[in-house]
């Protein structure tokens, strides 16, 4: 393995972005790349000829060694590896190297099993660029677990990797000639097929979600990334495995039943266990948390676990009506009531039987609502505006504010007894500065959730990363998704770079020195770029746009008209 250290192949290893670890028939540590180094914290001339259990400390050395029963050509694979010291869990994949001259050695690839890298697309771009040993590149190809299949220009199958027959069943001689939509029979194979796309438009699709079938018929969900074999007509397809990455999630405890709210910290995971516990009362339940951390998802989590589930969840944002209007909306009114009210109306109460009402910025209801809706909580009947007739609901009520509520009972805007009522199971919703851990993972998610607005992207640079990650975030998650939004919008290569941010997240937080520093940054051109960010994130519905940035639609619209901001027009 020594001559493996050629500056061609270091820069080949390097760029794979998995640690690998050469090793000699001695079980010496012959070479490592970058990640191999970081992962041990130890550099290649520190460990270089010493026993390779000693360096790697893995959990599969204590027992069968993996090179033992390999012959040359053999790879395996150990899932769920672990390293002393380490908590995380690693794939080891062994590979044999046999040289010219006939001597033996191993190459470890070593992987995170969180991380869900496109390493076949690596792969492609690493053939382009160097030209190296088809047996070397062969076994770094089928240590990948993804599968690989390419078509020609009319859709038919040239060749399959064993990692493709893996996942489908199917062998190379079943497929060859075949059209792909015929052996993977994918559920969006005539609607909206990713190779069609990408043949028509002359682009690659990214993380494509699909669902194939395996030879035996059984559904598979996958994500299928495509792109355009260089030099030549076809298109190259990897396909991964999206069943293993659900065991893996629930494995991290990323709670896939949560599929809005990402996050694999210690607050995170305290969250998801108080709405599951929530979840099997029927009690009233009042979320507190700033603006923007998801306090009404955790409101349809709820909903969403409970017996209530098969009825309707009604949201109610209390702030966005004047006082009578927010009494006839939630209680309702009959016909003559007020001036205007020309027919009888049921309110949000009546809408919401036999399931769960929600209460959003429940601080600003007026006294004269707190009334009634104390009475609601007490007794579970109303009358509507201008009604005498006693009506009865069953309704579970789930209120959420961003004020602390026990400071306005104290200053006599809020009802003591009401504020009891309603604080029977309290739930505090983490702001973001304090569950950073989960940026890169949320950062990740909104990447593919708004993949549209820049389809080009793979990814962002570690140097926005850690801007992000220094960022103290006002406007919480909500204002990590407008910026990601913005940086696709801005973005001009295929990485998300630190120039694509938001200037006003670009800069350092207080204290901090940078030479690069703009300080004479305009903050009005840093409020308009955040105002159009909130727009672009919401299909240009100010509404929305408002509740993302905490204005009222008002102020939002006059803030618009100042700045100079104009909706586009939307003709047809």
């Given at each position: 393995?020594?001559?493996?250290?050629?500056?061609?192949?270091?820069?080949?290893?390097?760029?794979?972005?998995?640690?690998?670890?050469?090793?000699?028939?001695?079980?010496?540590?012959?070479?490592?790349?970058?990640?191999?180094?970081?992962?041990?914290?130890?550099?290649?001339?520190?460990?270089?000829?010493?026993?390779?259990?000693?360096?790697?400390?893995?959990?599969?050395?204590?027992?069968?060694?993996?090179?033992?029963?390999?012959?040359?050509?053999?790879?395996?694979?150990?899932?769920?590896?672990?390293?002393?010291?380490?908590?995380?869990?690693?794939?080891?994949?062994?590979?044999?190297?046999?040289?010219?001259?006939?001597?033996?050695?191993?190459?470890?690839?070593?992987?995170?099993?969180?991380?869900?890298?496109?390493?076949?697309?690596?792969?492609?771009?690493?053939?382009?660029?160097?030209?190296?040993?088809?047996?070397?590149?062969?076994?770094?190809?089928?240590?990948?677990?993804?599968?690989?299949?390419?078509?020609?220009?009319?859709?038919?199958?040239?060749?399959?990797?064993?990692?493709?027959?893996?996942?489908?069943?199917?062998?190379?001689?079943?497929?060859?000639?075949?059209?792909?939509?015929?052996?993977?029979?994918?559920?969006?194979?005539?609607?909206?097929?990713?190779?069609?796309?990408?043949?028509?438009?002359?682009?690659?699709?990214?993380?494509?979600?699909?669902?194939?079938?395996?030879?035996?018929?059984?559904?598979?969900?996958?994500?299928?990334?495509?792109?355009?074999?260089?030099?030549?007509?076809?298109?190259?397809?990897?396909?991964?495995?999206?069943?293993?990455?659900?065991?893996?999630?629930?494995?991290?405890?990323?709670?896939?039943?949560?599929?809005?709210?990402?996050?694999?910290?210690?607050?995170?995971?305290?969250?998801?266990?108080?709405?599951?516990?929530?979840?099997?009362?029927?009690?009233?339940?009042?979320?507190?948390?700033?603006?923007?951390?998801?306090?009404?998802?955790?409101?349809?989590?709820?909903?969403?676990?409970?017996?209530?589930?098969?009825?309707?969840?009604?949201?109610?944002?209390?702030?966005?009506?004047?006082?009578?209007?927010?009494?006839?909306?939630?209680?309702?009114?009959?016909?003559?009531?007020?001036?205007?009210?020309?027919?009888?109306?049921?309110?949000?109460?009546?809408?919401?039987?036999?399931?769960?009402?929600?209460?959003?910025?429940?601080?600003?209801?007026?006294?004269?609502?707190?009334?009634?809706?104390?009475?609601?909580?007490?007794?579970?009947?109303?009358?509507?505006?201008?009604?005498?007739?006693?009506?009865?609901?069953?309704?579970?009520?789930?209120?959420?504010?961003?004020?602390?509520?026990?400071?306005?009972?104290?200053?006599?805007?809020?009802?003591?007894?009401?504020?009891?009522?309603?604080?029977?199971?309290?739930?505090?919703?983490?702001?973001?500065?304090?569950?950073?851990?989960?940026?890169?993972?949320?950062?990740?998610?909104?990447?593919?959730?708004?993949?549209?607005?820049?389809?080009?992207?793979?990814?962002?640079?570690?140097?926005?990363?850690?801007?992000?990650?220094?960022?103290?975030?006002?406007?919480?998650?909500?204002?990590?998704?407008?910026?990601?939004?913005?940086?696709?919008?801005?973005?001009?290569?295929?990485?998300?770079?630190?120039?694509?941010?938001?200037?006003?997240?670009?800069?350092?937080?207080?204290?901090?020195?940078?030479?690069?520093?703009?300080?004479?940054?305009?903050?009005v051109k840093i409020e308009k770029e955040r105002i159009v960010a909130a727009l672009l994130a919401n299909n240009w519905k100010v509404t929305k746009a408002a509740e993302a940035l905490g204005y009222s639609r008002v102020t939002l619209w006059r803030r618009m008209k100042s700045l100079g901001i104009d909706l586009p027009n939307r003709k047809g």
């Open positions: 393995m020594a001559r493996v250290r050629s500056e061609e192949l270091a820069r080949l290893f390097d760029f794979l972005g998995e640690a690998v670890v050469g090793i000699s028939s001695e079980k010496k540590i012959t070479y490592m790349n970058r990640e191999a180094e970081s992962l041990l914290g130890k550099s290649l001339g520190e460990v270089e000829g010493r026993e390779c259990c000693d360096v790697l400390s893995l959990s599969i050395c204590r027992g069968e060694c993996p090179t033992r029963a390999l012959s040359p050509g053999g790879v395996r694979r150990d899932y769920q590896v672990t390293r002393d010291g380490d908590e995380k869990s690693y794939c080891v994949t062994t590979s044999v190297v046999k040289a010219p001259a006939g001597s033996i050695s191993f190459i470890h690839t070593i992987r995170d099993m969180k991380v869900l890298s496109d390493l076949i697309e690596r792969q492609r771009r690493i053939q382009e660029k160097l030209e190296i040993g088809r047996a070397k590149m062969q076994a770094i190809l089928e240590s990948i677990a993804d599968g690989v299949f390419t078509v020609d220009g009319e859709g038919r199958i040239q060749h399959i990797s064993a990692g493709m027959e893996r996942i489908t069943g199917y062998s190379q001689e079943e497929v060859l000639g075949r059209r792909c939509r015929d052996v993977l029979r994918g559920d969006i194979c005539e609607s909206d097929c990713p190779i069609t796309w990408t043949a028509r438009k002359g682009r690659g699709v990214e993380r494509c979600r699909e669902v194939i079938r395996k030879k035996d018929g059984t559904p598979i969900p996958v994500f299928i990334t495509t792109s355009l074999i260089s030099g030549a007509e076809g298109i190259v397809c990897t396909v991964h495995d999206r069943s293993e990455v659900e065991i893996l999630q629930r494995k991290l405890s990323l709670l896939p039943d949560f599929p809005e709210m990402v996050g694999m910290s210690k607050k995170m995971r305290d969250l998801f266990g108080m709405i599951e516990s929530v979840a099997a009362t029927d009690t009233t339940v009042l979320i507190e948390g700033e603006t923007g951390t998801g306090k009404e998802l955790v409101a349809r989590a709820i909903h969403a676990r409970s017996q209530r589930k098969r009825g309707p969840f009604v949201p109610v944002n209390c702030s966005a009506l004047a006082p009578g209007l927010l009494e006839s909306e939630l209680f309702g009114h009959v016909r003559g009531a007020f001036t205007g009210a020309v027919r009888d109306r049921a309110g949000k109460f009546e809408t919401a039987h036999g399931g769960t009402l929600f209460l959003d910025e429940i601080s600003e209801i007026s006294p004269e609502v707190q009334v009634k809706l104390l009475r609601f909580l007490q007794f579970h009947e109303f009358e509507r505006v201008g009604d005498s007739r006693t009506r009865r609901v069953d309704v579970r009520v789930i209120a959420a504010t961003n004020k602390n509520l026990r400071e306005l009972v104290r200053a006599g805007r809020f009802r003591e007894d009401l504020f009891y009522r309603l604080n029977v199971i309290p739930i505090s919703v983490p702001p973001l500065r304090e569950r950073k851990d989960d940026i890169p993972l949320l950062v990740k998610h909104f990447l593919e959730k708004h993949r549209k607005v820049n389809p080009q992207v793979e990814g962002i640079s570690n140097r926005a990363l850690e801007n992000l990650m220094d960022y103290d975030w006002p406007g919480n998650v909500r204002e990590l998704e407008n910026a990601v939004i913005y940086a696709l919008a801005s973005c001009r290569g295929k990485r998300i770079e630190r120039k694509c941010l938001p200037p006003s997240i670009r800069r350092l937080p207080e204290g901090r020195e940078s030479f690069s520093l703009d300080v004479s940054e305009d903050p």
